[in-house]
């Protein structure tokens, strides 16, 4: 449930979505959770220009129980956004050489998976698909980074790998 709140009720863990017209020149994504207070800081500063943030108040920890509150996300959700978060950051940053990003792109991915298959909830399984379709997409419009990750895969028995391994080189095929 999405709830209007002042900037300076913002926390660590809380699942933001920003307004479309905070996204020219902010440099975040639309949706995200908040990981630091340098985040937090940020959006702050972002919000002093715009008024009111548009966020879903969701977070680890258990909060008191009113009509308007929602009741707080698992830790494995939690850990799925920010798990999406970090593979969003690694896809797109300019910083980091593709063959890094191909490997921090997998490495979340993993991550990812391990956490799918660890906490296999209908909110866990549906947030994965999300982060899954963006990967997707990032895959689709970087083709350095595509390329990079045909080769970071890792040859090992575990489901989660193998169920990226098959990922890319699906996604590969059907690009070509």
Request: hydrophobic share 40%; aromatic share 6%; glycine share 4%.
């Amino acid at each position: 449930m999405d709830k209007q709140i002042l900037a300076n009720e913002l926390k660590i863990g809380m699942f933001v979505k920003l307004p479309d017209l905070w996204l020219k020149g902010i440099g975040l994504p639309k949706e995200f959770v908040l990981t630091s207070q340098e985040l937090i800081t940020k959006v702050q500063t972002y919000a002093s220009k715009y008024g009111k943030v548009y966020l879903t108040v969701q977070t680890s920890t258990p909060a008191p129980s009113t009509p308007d509150t929602p009741p707080p996300i698992s830790k494995a959700l939690l850990k799925t956004h920010l798990l999406t978060q970090k593979i969003q950051d690694a896809a797109t940053s300019s910083l980091l050489p593709p063959k890094l990003r191909a490997k921090a792109v997998y490495d979340h991915s993993l991550d990812l998976m391990h956490n799918l298959f660890n906490s296999p909830t209908g909110e866990v399984i549906g947030a994965t698909k999300e982060a899954v379709s963006k990967i997707v997409d990032l895959i689709l419009l970087d083709e350095e980074t595509a390329i990079q990750l045909l080769h970071v895969t890792n040859y090992d028995f575990y489901t989660y790998t193998h169920s990226v391994n098959v990922g890319i080189l699906s996604i590969s095929l059907a690009k070509n």
